[in-house]
């Protein structure tokens, strides 16, 4: 069933861009104005990051967003047949910066958030950098499409470890010069193992892990901005943060991460994954507040925000 399904997707990534698009603005159109597809959900973060603009605007943001969307899952399906050259040609980084860090021998950790088109970033890298680079993973729960999605990620040398299978194959992954990509912007499934803080100014949990791992280590940290440079290509702009993780205090990275996740996300708003319930949990006493700003009183806010 697997080589079926999988020729079945191939044969598919074989038309051409124009053909694609054109069925993806036909999906995005269905999700938000026939379906809705998480219309609510959407509409109500923007409201909640951009409230200063008018709902006629966020709505356009909106319908953007949906066309990013499904952009972004006919391009996945479309790097299963794309060759190395044309998938350089359409996500290009430059890692000038970063290969000094490299040449040090330093471990690095970037750092991205979900912007789409996140798996170009994957390939990108991937490409560029000459020691191992390591991606963590959510298993799917359909056996035959996870065996696909994992066969495209890792067809450039990137080494793919689930997130379950993590501290299992640690040791073996982290035995030599490595780097990593994560992308922490997410709701974390724990909310008291976690940093909460401001998040477009309203209260959000951050994963504690990857300040952890970059404090306790001497491991480089570097942002990295996914900019949408037009349909089916992407620019990655690499920013070292930290040359050292060691050396930062603790709260500092996920200060700046929150603040480098908000500026980039201000600068292209619809190409960011607003379809997430980024605030469904409301602070409660006995978090752990790192915000500057004092702590919130609790707030209902999946009841106030995402109720049916």
């Not at 069933?1 to 993806?24: A, D, E, Q, R």
């Not at 330093?106 to 958030?113: C, E, L, T, V």
């Not at 949990?205 to 791992?213: L, V």
């Not at 600068?267 to 500057?292: C, F, M, T, V």
Request: proline fraction near 4%.
């Amino acid at each position: 069933m697997y080589y079926i399904v999988y020729g079945l997707l191939y044969c598919f990534s074989l038309l051409p861009f124009f053909i694609l698009y054109g069925i993806s603005d036909f999906v995005a159109f269905i999700l938000y104005s026939v379906m809705g597809y998480r219309k609510k959900v959407v509409l109500v973060n923007l409201g909640i990051a951009f409230p200063e603009k008018p709902e006629k605007e966020r709505r356009q943001i909106a319908k953007q967003f949906y066309r990013n969307f499904t952009d972004t899952f006919i391009e996945t399906l479309k790097l299963l047949s794309l060759s190395n050259n044309q998938i350089s040609h359409r996500g290009i980084i430059d890692i000038t910066d970063v290969q000094p860090l490299i040449e040090s021998g330093k471990n690095i950790q970037f750092m991205g958030g979900h912007q789409m088109n996140w798996e170009f970033v994957n390939m990108a890298v991937a490409e560029k950098i000459n020691i191992s680079w390591v991606g963590i993973y959510l298993r799917i729960n359909n056996k035959i499409m996870d065996k696909i999605i994992y066969k495209m990620r890792s067809k450039r040398g990137t080494v793919l470890v689930a997130a379950h299978e993590f501290v299992t194959l640690r040791n073996a992954v982290f035995n030599q010069q490595y780097a990593i990509g994560l992308a922490a912007d997410q709701n974390p499934g724990n909310l008291t193992n976690v940093y909460w803080l401001n998040y477009f100014n309203k209260p959000a949990p951050f994963f504690s892990g990857p300040d952890k791992s970059a404090r306790n280590s001497n491991i480089a940290v570097v942002f990295v901005d996914m900019v949408k440079v037009k349909r089916g290509y992407y620019k990655f702009v690499p920013e070292v943060f930290s040359k050292d993780g060691s050396l930062l205090n603790e709260k500092e990275f996920t200060l700046k991460y929150r603040d480098f996740m908000e500026r980039i996300i201000r600068k292209q708003p619809a190409n960011y994954l607003w379809s997430h319930k980024r605030w469904k949990w409301g602070y409660r006493e006995g978090y752990k507040w790192i915000d500057g700003t004092p702590e919130p009183a609790f707030e209902d806010v999946r009841s106030q925000y995402y109720s049916p």
